[in-house]
């Protein structure tokens, strides 16, 4: 990703804020002011704190923090949490202060003949003691509630932002929103000095809150427009872009074949799964689809591939037990960078979150094969049918642009004690709904037969290939799937 | 008599309102408080830092810092009986 702009455009900065720079596409605008409203525990200021921080540390611009809110030590305080270290930044001359937080004592006004010149000068003071690049200002509000005479803090502001563009210096300020009518209009500041304005919302999910951000404008300059999800963690915000859909550009060959390394079965399918196609395992619980994904998974580490596990029913852990007692040490490939592995919290799942956990494990190993383990339980999640759907098609997007062959499974109750001669006459329509997306579906089917129950494997679909048509029988063993005779009843 | 009066009276530079405001402060505190107090006018284009310590945002401030409590006045002092209510101040006199 880059910021660079055509010529005379606006030019934009790295906020260094994980996800955010690419919702901005590639940052906020250089030597202008943005405006970051929400209510109360929305983390406005954890976005100025971060943009500051990541700016010293990352970007080498220095910057200055004004606050009308929090007292100057409680903020250096606050952000060790975060693992900012304020102190240090200060007596390096990297990071400032104009301090104006509340006071101690009583402030009375009388008259209002008087204008705010000193704080434009402590900002110009402290701008020129750290030669800063970055200014942030928490919160207008605050100022605003503290002087009777608006027109004289309006004067202020608008000079301070005017001064700032000269310098270069880019600016975030923070701006109380308490309701969905109520704006910073109020104070006549967001039309005259803010050249983007950003709002984050907190919305109750099942569990916790889920934050969301919305770039309401960015003047002069491009932005991804839409909803989109964020987090506080323990190094900062992170906000989960929506990845962008690619249907252009698709790094899907037929003559790459991804096997599974079972005997027989790279066959039935015609050599392997062609790269870049998005593969529904579909069966009953018990029918061995986790062992077939990870037969996958080590085939293309043994192949000198990275691969990337989604783990959404079972816990990493308990995953890890599973394939060591088929004889595949998953620990030793995590610690060697060979296999990556994304879980979540089922509950207050959300799209662009998984997607974003995804592909960052996908690009920090440079994955090529996928297992997500599995897509129903996304669906027996707080996920509707459509927001799966939507899933798939910008994960699928994303992974055919990148060539990378993704294994689904898909548990399927429909699939057991079919009659004889009607194997497959309860395929759920599930699957088919979700066929539109994906480029191959292998059943995995129960029958009971002569009191036994048989497991049976058929490819119902493989795009632009040849496949076998017939019915396998197959039997898992300690060292994995065993594929059988073809199954005639 | 010693000094029982402590003030300071924050200006930026030299402004019409800012002499206005410290005539204004003078003039009072000559007539009431007159060998009992001191006054120090600081410029915050001189002393930003100062100001930066004081926290002062607006100009002209004056503030009381002795006797306690600290009190503080924004505005060009020209209303003698609010500068007197909102200091806590009594006349020696």
């Given at each position: 990703m880059q910021n660079k702009t055509k010529k005379g455009a606006v030019e934009k900065v790295f906020t260094g804020i994980r996800g955010f720079d690419e919702i901005l596409m590639g940052g906020v605008p250089k030597g202008r002011?943005?405006?970051?409203?929400?209510?109360?525990?929305?983390?406005?200021?954890?976005?100025?704190?971060?943009?500051?921080?990541?700016?010293?540390?990352?970007?080498?611009?220095?910057?200055?923090?004004?606050?009308?809110?929090?007292?100057?030590?409680?903020?250096?305080?606050?952000?060790?949490?975060?693992?900012?270290?304020?102190?240090?930044?200060?007596?390096?001359k990297k990071l400032a202060f104009v301090d104006a937080g509340a006071l101690k004592e009583m402030t009375f006004e009388s008259g209002q003949s008087y204008d705010l010149s000193p704080l434009i000068e402590r900002v110009r003071y402290a701008i020129k003691k750290v030669k800063a690049k970055r200014l942030v200002i928490d919160c207008l509000d605050n100022l605003f509630s503290r002087f009777q005479n608006r027109d004289a803090v309006r004067q202020a502001l608008c000079q301070i932002i005017a001064e700032l563009k000269e310098l270069g210096v880019t600016v975030l300020m923070t701006a109380e929103k308490s309701g969905p009518e109520q704006s910073l209009s109020r104070y006549g500041v967001e039309e005259f000095v803010a050249d983007g304005v950003i709002e984050l919302a907190l919305i109750k999910g099942q569990q916790q809150f889920l934050r969301r951000m919305f770039v309401i404008k960015l003047r002069g300059t491009n932005f991804r427009s839409g909803t989109v999800e964020y987090e506080i963690t323990d190094q900062g915000l992170v906000v989960y872009p929506k990845i962008p859909v690619e249907n252009i550009f698709a790094k899907t060959d037929f003559q790459v074949r991804k096997g599974f390394g079972i005997k027989d079965l790279d066959d039935i399918l015609g050599g392997g799964i062609p790269q870049g196609h998005m593969v529904l395992v579909s069966g009953n619980t018990g029918t061995g689809k986790t062992m077939f994904g990870m037969h996958f998974l080590m085939q293309g580490i043994g192949k000198g591939e990275n691969v990337v596990f989604v783990s959404l029913e079972e816990p990493i852990e308990q995953v890890k037990?599973?394939?060591?007692?088929?004889g595949w040490d998953f620990n030793r490939q995590e610690k060697e960078g060979?296999?990556?592995?994304?879980?979540?919290?089922?509950?207050?799942?959300?799209?662009?979150?998984?997607?974003?956990?995804?592909?960052?494990?996908?690009?920090?190993?440079?994955?090529?094969?996928?297992?997500?383990?599995?897509?129903s339980s996304l669906l027996s999640a707080t996920m509707s049918e459509e927001q799966v759907r939507q899933f798939l098609i910008q994960l699928s997007g994303y992974f055919k642009a990148n060539g990378i062959t993704c294994i689904m499974n898909y548990l399927s109750l429909s699939?057991?004690?079919?009659?004889?001669?009607?194997?497959?006459?309860?395929?759920?329509?599930?699957?088919?709904?979700?066929?539109?997306?994906?480029?191959?579906?292998?059943?995995?089917?129960?029958?009971?037969?002569?009191?036994?129950?048989?497991?049976?494997?058929?490819v119902l679909k493989l795009r632009g290939s040849q496949h076998s048509k017939e019915i396998f029988s197959y039997e898992i063993e300690k060292d994995g799937i065993k594929m059988g005779e073809k199954y005639e009843e | 008599?010693?000094?029982?009066?402590?003030?300071?009276?924050?200006?930026?530079?030299?402004?019409?309102?800012?002499?206005?405001?410290?005539?204004?402060?003078?003039?009072?505190?000559?007539?009431?408080?007159?060998?009992?107090?001191?006054?120090?006018?600081?410029?915050?284009?001189?002393?930003?830092?100062?100001?930066?310590?004081?926290?002062?945002?607006?100009?002209?401030?004056?503030?009381?810092?002795?006797?306690?409590?600290?009190?503080?006045?924004?505005?060009?002092?020209?209303?003698?009986?609010?500068?007197?209510?909102?200091l806590d101040l009594v006349a020696v006199r």
């Amino acid at each position: 990703m880059q910021n660079k702009t055509k010529k005379g455009a606006v030019e934009k900065v790295f906020t260094g804020i994980r996800g955010f720079d690419e919702i901005l596409m590639g940052g906020v605008p250089k030597g202008r002011a943005t405006l970051i409203t929400g209510g109360t525990g929305t983390g406005k200021t954890v976005i100025l704190n971060e943009f500051l921080y990541r700016g010293i540390t990352q970007f080498k611009e220095n910057g200055v923090y004004v606050t009308f809110e929090e007292d100057k030590r409680d903020i250096i305080k606050n952000v060790l949490g975060f693992g900012w270290n304020y102190g240090s930044l200060i007596a390096q001359k990297k990071l400032a202060f104009v301090d104006a937080g509340a006071l101690k004592e009583m402030t009375f006004e009388s008259g209002q003949s008087y204008d705010l010149s000193p704080l434009i000068e402590r900002v110009r003071y402290a701008i020129k003691k750290v030669k800063a690049k970055r200014l942030v200002i928490d919160c207008l509000d605050n100022l605003f509630s503290r002087f009777q005479n608006r027109d004289a803090v309006r004067q202020a502001l608008c000079q301070i932002i005017a001064e700032l563009k000269e310098l270069g210096v880019t600016v975030l300020m923070t701006a109380e929103k308490s309701g969905p009518e109520q704006s910073l209009s109020r104070y006549g500041v967001e039309e005259f000095v803010a050249d983007g304005v950003i709002e984050l919302a907190l919305i109750k999910g099942q569990q916790q809150f889920l934050r969301r951000m919305f770039v309401i404008k960015l003047r002069g300059t491009n932005f991804r427009s839409g909803t989109v999800e964020y987090e506080i963690t323990d190094q900062g915000l992170v906000v989960y872009p929506k990845i962008p859909v690619e249907n252009i550009f698709a790094k899907t060959d037929f003559q790459v074949r991804k096997g599974f390394g079972i005997k027989d079965l790279d066959d039935i399918l015609g050599g392997g799964i062609p790269q870049g196609h998005m593969v529904l395992v579909s069966g009953n619980t018990g029918t061995g689809k986790t062992m077939f994904g990870m037969h996958f998974l080590m085939q293309g580490i043994g192949k000198g591939e990275n691969v990337v596990f989604v783990s959404l029913e079972e816990p990493i852990e308990q995953v890890k037990k599973t394939a060591l007692t088929h004889g595949w040490d998953f620990n030793r490939q995590e610690k060697e960078g060979r296999l990556g592995f994304v879980t979540t919290n089922l509950i207050d799942i959300s799209n662009d979150k998984l997607l974003y956990h995804i592909i960052s494990a996908v690009e920090g190993i440079n994955a090529k094969r996928v297992v997500i383990d599995s897509i129903s339980s996304l669906l027996s999640a707080t996920m509707s049918e459509e927001q799966v759907r939507q899933f798939l098609i910008q994960l699928s997007g994303y992974f055919k642009a990148n060539g990378i062959t993704c294994i689904m499974n898909y548990l399927s109750l429909s699939n057991f004690g079919a009659a004889r001669g009607q194997l497959l006459s309860h395929l759920s329509t599930n699957e088919m709904r979700l066929s539109s997306v994906t480029d191959a579906i292998i059943m995995l089917l129960f029958v009971e037969r002569g009191q036994k129950i048989k497991k049976l494997l058929n490819v119902l679909k493989l795009r632009g290939s040849q496949h076998s048509k017939e019915i396998f029988s197959y039997e898992i063993e300690k060292d994995g799937i065993k594929m059988g005779e073809k199954y005639e009843e | 008599m010693a000094v029982k009066y402590v003030l300071k009276l924050y200006v930026t530079g030299v402004t019409s309102r800012s002499k206005t405001a410290l005539e204004n402060i003078k003039r009072i505190l000559e007539e009431d408080y007159k060998g009992v107090y001191s006054l120090k006018v600081i410029d915050v284009l001189k002393q930003p830092k100062l100001a930066e310590e004081d926290k002062i945002l607006a100009t002209p401030t004056l503030i009381k810092i002795l006797p306690p409590p600290v009190a503080r006045i924004v505005g060009d002092l020209s209303n003698k009986e609010n500068i007197l209510l909102g200091l806590d101040l009594v006349a020696v006199r």
